[in-house]
């Protein structure tokens, strides 16, 4: 078996007082792409510039491609980790021309194959009608893409971004994400993503790592991370959540809306938590969402309306509908929920 591209084992670093990483381990497999996803000050940054060799680890290990790049006492400066790196600032020298930028990194071997290295990282992610051109006649997008192909140009078995999309505004930042992912696909290099935007991550990475406080509290799939969060944490990044508490009997939790399995001790507390989406919602009061509500606030956002619900004790709901048919504000409806995409978790 090779390596993985890139092995964290028990990494802590502190900035004086502030523990920003605090024995973290991760692991990306050659071709893999995985994102650490938190929110901000969580550590994420910290975890990129250990990998690239910006900061010296306090404790713990860090290998690229099998090799010990970094420990107490032993650190491998980041130009020897050969290691692509993308930041939010993209950061392209102004003073040289596109090509010269892409080519920043490339041995100056012979000028003909390193023409060839440039125009091929550029052509992966279209730039290739720019290569003349310089930073400053560049739209933001065009920019990131070209940090992007500066960072391929080397072909580095390890390319590491930290939010490399958020300088750029909504429209434009899906754009620069696909052409990014088919670059990063294409070259088949491992890559750790850095983001606190849980779509985009789910968008990019085949494995997601979330952190909290310098620790990593869950990883998986995209789908597993949104299907089966282990914590509230999880679940409530992953997008807005309805809770509802309520006590642990005989392995279930009483909610107005039914009873939910809850595999904790008898007469804990626990919360149910669920997502708008599973929240359904009866418009004739012929269907299974049996309980009586009304609708208090109605947003349309075009691929599906947002409302928020309220019980007759009071209690609001948040709830996404799809489509365009939906309840007026003021409206009696039903209201429901799918147990299977009901979370449990032992209140805080
Ligand atoms: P993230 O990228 O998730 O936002 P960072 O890794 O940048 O988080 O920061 C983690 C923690 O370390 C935060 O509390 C932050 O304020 C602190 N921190 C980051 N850089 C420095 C620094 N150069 N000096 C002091 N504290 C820092
Ligand atoms: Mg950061």
Known sequence: MSSPALMLDMVSYAYGQVQAVAELSLNVAPGEVVCLLGPSGCGKSTVLRLAAGLEEVQAGRVFINGQLVGAPNHHVPPESRNVGLVFQDFALFPHLSVCDNVGFGLRPADAARRRERIMAALGDVGLAHLDQSFPHMLSGGEQQRAALARALAPEPKLVLLDEPFSGLDTRLREQVRDVTVEALRKSGTATLMVTHDAEEAMFMADRIAVMREGRIVQEGTPIDLYRRPASLFVAA????????????????????????????????????????????????????????????????????????????????????????????????????????????????
């Open 237 to 348: 990044f992953f997008g807005e959540v309805n809770r509802l508490a309520g006590t642990v009997k005989n392995g279930e939790v009483s909610t107005r809306f039914g009873r939910v399995p809850a595999p904790f001790a008898d007469g804990s507390e626990a919360e149910v938590v669920i997502r708008p989406e599973a929240i359904l919602v009866d418009l004739d009061g012929k269907g299974v969402a049996t309980v009586p509500g009304r609708v208090v606030s109605v947003h349309p956002l075009g691929r599906s309306t947002r409302l928020v619900l309220a019980l007759e004790d009071g209690t609001r709901m948040k709830a996404r509908i799809w489509g365009l048919h939906h309840p007026a504000a003021g409206a009696s409806v039903g209201i429901g929920i799918d147990p299977r995409q009901a979370f449990v978790f032992p209140a805080d």
